[in-house]
Nanobody
Framework: QVQLVESGGGLVQAGGSLRLSCGAS????????MGWFRQAPGKEREFVAA????????SYADSVKGRFTISRDNAKNTVYLQMDRLKPEDTAVYYC?????????????????WGQGTQVTVSS
């Protein structure tokens, strides 16, 4: 069992940056694949980025590739999402998720544990 707590959301102007953090409780954080998803009002939850256990070869949604960077610090049980050049269409609740599967997945149903979410609002 792992508990996830996101932080770092807020209001930012278009073109600005935010850094989200997700702290995990419990042991074995390094054995989880970690991902970020987001959900805008009236839309389904969508994949943003994920990082495997080894931190090599993270995956990104096409809509954020080149602007967002996911990273993890296994010593601190924390995963980050650095978001640069933000756009109004990035506005959503952002969720951190952990998967016990050995591979990165773009599908939310493959993630076992979820945080409560943090709101990101990008004004134009």
């Amino acid at each position: 069992q792992v508990q996830l707590v996101e932080s770092g959301g807020g209001l930012v102007q278009a073109g600005g940056s935010l850094r989200l953090s997700c702290g995990a409780s419990g042991r074995a954080f390094s054995t989880y694949v970690m991902g970020w998803f987001r959900q805008a009002p009236g839309k389904e939850r969508e994949f943003v980025a994920a990082v495997p256990r080894s931190t090599r070869s993270p995956s990104y949604a096409d809509s954020v590739k080149g602007r967002f960077t996911i990273s993890r610090d296994n010593a601190k049980n924390t995963v980050y999402l650095q978001m640069d050049r933000l756009k109004p269409e990035d506005t959503a609740v952002y969720y951190c998720a952990a998967s016990t599967r050995p591979y990165v997945s773009l599908f939310s149903y493959n993630y076992n544990y979820w945080g409560q979410g943090t709101q990101v609002t990008v004004s134009s």
